[in-house]
């Protein structure tokens, strides 16, 4: 999830913010979150999400909520995200 913090004045106020929600997001959703790319600019954020899953549907669900969740939190803008789906036989 690619973000942008307009909030942040410092890189300490952007480690504040990306820490919050990641704590967050870890606690309510039991999902692998950190920061991943971008990590000495303190406008923007890249942030890398891994659920582990049997169930396809289960992994939509929990990333469209973790999604949802970083739109509404109101301390970033989130301004693009992909995902990546990895099955094994």
């Known amino acids: 999830m690619e973000l942008s913090l307009e909030g942040a004045f410092s890189l300490k106020d952007k480690r504040q913010i990306i820490k919050s929600i990641i704590e967050r997001l870890k606690a309510r959703y039991n999902a ?22 049997n169930d396809a549907k289960h992994i939509d669900s929990m990333l ?22 990895i099955y094994i036989d």
């Open 32 to 53: 692998s979150i950190a920061e991943v790319d971008l990590n000495d600019t303190w406008k923007n954020a890249v942030i890398g999400v891994s659920c582990v899953s």
């Open 64 to 85: 469209n909520n973790i999604v949802n969740f970083v739109e509404n939190d109101g301390r970033a803008a989130l301004f693009n995200y992909n995902t990546e789906k």
